[in-house]
């Protein structure tokens, strides 16, 4: 059945536009987002016919849609047409945290200790069928709000499942699925259950076309679909650009989302930043010393601990920097439900702290470390960056690279892994590093703080000018105009 007022546009995500809070009078406040998503859909104008299906991700969201119904006030969203789902919590637990979060996350990125985990026993099984209920939820919202021949994007890891169930539902509507993340390899995606992989793999190529953040990402996945599923890839140049699998041919795209320039330049100068900028100056103890920057989620694929060790090896390598320049490290707690990255949280502090003891004067603390998620101070941060620091395990683009040149006041030597999306568009201008290696990322971080100032300022205008080739609206209409939208 479909919706009397059909959406011709329709994007699906875990998280939506707007997040809802449960107040201690029973009240409930709203708070918009931002990101590509919402610069996007803003740019297809509100004429479009657009919707975005979402999940309520707490209480106070579930609340809102129990009071409001699941459709939100656009006065609450900034104007975006939002369908807000509220899925059982214990279903939504078990796909967010149990699956999304605790298994494709890690597959994605690599991160399982091997000897140890993955096991996959009864109790995923249950927590799979979660994650089909999850998925089947946004499907039926999604064929019911849809007008005919409706393009629909569907984003990431939590919904890999949409595309093939909604195709079963409404053959007629033009469907889309971006990967936000990384895609694994083949032997690292094997680790899954070889009817679970299938499963994900159809469900991924039921999408008409499939997007990834770089063509290695592309590659990856063309490469699972034709060892698990036997397809059928077309190439050109050596790039995958189509899956053919069971009947049914799934073209590939690429689009690496970019920097909102305007956005992070006008935002950078309000007088929030200003102030802490100043703060952030006090605390580093003057503007003769240099800054190394870093600013992360404790998330564990952001490998900000060996980024630590980098920066001890550093100061002990090169004793010349004592005194000279400070670490101003942001890591903000993530996904502490989970007990693996709490405890990451608190080895992030320990060996901060371990670094300040051993090299730490009266006059000099060598890591500044803040954990309470501020914008305005990460801002601040990257306007005052001397070097930054990005050396991801693995990450599917990474905007924190994209970022900081385009704000940085006077030029950012960037320290980048290899193994980060952004890798792809930056690597050229960028100190690129094994994220692994502790003694290499301490020299690459050692060249960056020798860069003469000239050819910083020069790496840094080529650094921003790759950043922001494709900004979050033209990166979201440029999908949209390939699904033929």
């Known amino acids: 059945m479909v919706a009397e007022q059909a959406a011709q546009v329709l994007v699906a995500s875990n998280r939506g ?25 803003s740019a297809i ?17 579930r609340e809102a849609v129990r009071r409001r119904g699941t459709r939100l006030d656009p006065a609450e969203t900034g104007g975006q047409h ?19 979060n605790s298994v494709l996350w890690f597959v994605h990125h690599l991160l399982y200790q091997t000897p140890l985990e993955p096991s996959f026993d009864a109790a995923f099984r249950a927590r799979w069928t979660s994650y089909e209920s999850y998925n089947a939820a946004f499907a039926d919202a999604l064929a019911e709000e849809a007008a ?23 053959p007629d509507l033009r469907i889309g699925h971006f990967s936000h993340t990384p895609w694994a390899p083949v032997d690292y995606f094997r680790l899954l259950p070889d009817d679970i992989a299938r499963q994900l793999l159809r469900g991924m190529l039921g ?53 909102d320039a305007d956005f992070l330049r006008e935002r950078s100068h309000r007088p929030d930043v200003v102030e802490r900028m100043a703060a952030l100056r006090e605390q580093i103890g003057g503007r003769e010393r240099r800054v190394v920057v870093r600013v992360d989620r ?3 694929s952001k490998n900000i601990v060996r980024g630590l060790h980098a920066y001890r090896q550093l100061l002990t390598d090169h004793p010349e920097w004592r005194g000279l320049v400070v670490h101003l490290a942001f890591a903000y707690p993530s996904r502490q439900d989970l007990a693996v990255y709490r405890d990451y949280t608190d080895e992030v502090q320990r060996v901060a702290g371990e670094i300040n003891a051993e090299f730490g004067t009266d006059a000099w603390q060598p890591v500044v470390l803040h954990v309470k998620d501020d914008f ?22 990474n905007l924190v690279a994209k970022e900081v040149p385009v704000i940085s006041d006077e030029g950012c030597a960037l320290v980048l892994s290899r193994e980060a999306g952004a890798y792809a568009e930056l690597g050229e201008e960028a100190l690129v590093v094994n994220p692994y290696d502790v003694t290499g990322t301490a020299e690459a971080l050692h060249q960056a703080l020798s860069m003469a100032p000239g050819e910083r300022a020069e790496r840094t205008k080529r650094l921003a000018a790759a950043a922001t080739s494709l900004p979050p609206q033209k990166w979201f209409l440029d999908q949209l105009n390939a699904l033929g939208g």
Do not use: K
């Not at 104008?45 to 969201?61: E, H, K, N, S």
């Open 17 to 41: 536009p707007v997040s809802h809070t449960l107040q201690e009078d029973g009240s409930l406040s709203a708070r918009r987002g931002g990101g590509g998503l919402v610069s996007g859909l």
């Open 148 to 170: 005919e021949g409706a393009a629909v994007l569907v984003q990431d890891y939590h919904l890999c499942l949409v595309p093939g169930m909604l195709r079963r539902r409404r």
């Open 376 to 397: 305005a101070r990460s801002l601040a941060a990257y306007r005052i960056a001397d070097v930054a620091l990005v050396n991801p395990i693995r990450d599917g683009m």
């Open 82 to 100: 939002v369908r807000m789902l509220d899925i059982d919590p214990d279903v939504f637990a078990d796909a967010y945290n149990g699956i999304a």
């Open 45 to 61: 104008g509100p004429d479009a016919g657009a919707l975005w299906v979402c999940a309520a991700l707490g209480d106070g969201d």
């Open 207 to 259: 999408a008409d076309r499939a997007g990834f953040l770089t063509q290695r990402w592309a590659d990856a996945f063309a490469a699972c679909a034709a060892e698990v599923l036997d397809g059928e890839v077309d190439s050109t140049d050596g790039a995958s650009d189509a899956v053919t699998c069971e009947g049914r041919t799934t073209r590939l795209g690429v689009h690496g989302l970019g920097a």
């Open 298 to 300: 404790t998330e564990l």
